[in-house]
């Protein structure tokens, strides 16, 4: 089956700074990656996604890096914000048994940004 | 935008009651899902659904059940609560293999 894993449970960085999030897949198979933020009380939001056939992939702040040689990916966010702080979450979409897909999702790794 | 409501922000049950939780969703998405999240966890996956009348299991299915009788709307039934259900509760959409929009959350509690 799939495992997501985050390798850090908490990230503490400074505001103005640069974040990078790294996130590990155990599947091979697995083609298609999401980056969601999670903020107090709230549900998921989509911050950005990555198909296999990328390796980078560019939104307004945010990077993700996508290494499928390691089964690795990273999400950067560039001049890193007190808005930015939250739980991020890496996913990875897999097929079960049906044939149909879901995602399965890291444990998450909190973001703190102090000023 | 994509907009996922869950009727219920909080809900306090008592042990044994049978729990209903509702979420619909507004842009025709085929699929829905249910996620509970609980701390150290992350989201585990409880039962998804491709199409009205179909329905999945996920990860972790026991002591849940789901109706799905119209495309927007997805139910979640709690038979019998217990306390280890007291959880965050999370209902999702998408376009077929596409990234999931998710509702708000139901904080549920189990007493």
């Known amino acids: 089956g799939e495992s997501v894993g985050l390798h850090l449970p908490t990230l503490s960085v400074q505001e103005g700074d640069n974040s990078i999030i790294n996130c590990a897949y155990s599947?091979?198979?697995?083609?298609?990656f999401i980056w969601y933020k999670q903020e107090s009380g709230k549900g998921p939001q989509f911050i950005i996604d990555i198909r296999s056939n990328m390796d980078k992939r560019q939104g307004q702040r945010v990077t993700v890096l996508l290494n499928k040689t390691v089964k690795h990916l990273s999400l950067q966010i560039a001049a890193t914000q007190p808005g930015d702080s939250a739980v991020y979450f890496c996913?990875?979409?897999?097929?079960?048994?049906?044939?149909?897909?879901?995602?399965?999702f890291g444990k998450g790794t909190m973001l703190l940004v102090s000023p | 935008d994509v907009k996922v409501t869950q009727s219920s922000r909080y809900l306090v049950k008592r042990t044994g009651e049978k729990v209903f939780l509702e979420c619909v969703q507004d842009?025709?998405?085929?699929?829905m899902f249910w996620y509970r999240q609980d701390p150290g966890l992350g989201l585990r996956l409880i039962y998804f659904s491709y199409d009205v009348k179909m329905k999945e299991k996920g990860d972790i299915p026991e002591g849940y059940s789901v109706s799905r009788e119209k495309k927007e709307r997805f139910s979640l039934i709690l038979e019998s609560a217990s306390t280890n259900q007291t959880s965050m509760y999370l209902c999702?959409?998408?376009?077929?293999?596409?990234?999931?929009?998710f509702g708000s959350g139901t904080q549920l509690s189990v007493l």
């Open positions: 842009m025709d998405h085929e699929n």
């Open positions: 996913a990875a979409l897999r097929r079960v048994n049906s044939g149909y897909s879901t995602l399965t």
């Open positions: 999702a959409s998408s376009f077929l293999d596409e990234k999931l929009f």
């Open positions: 599947n091979s198979a697995s083609d298609y």
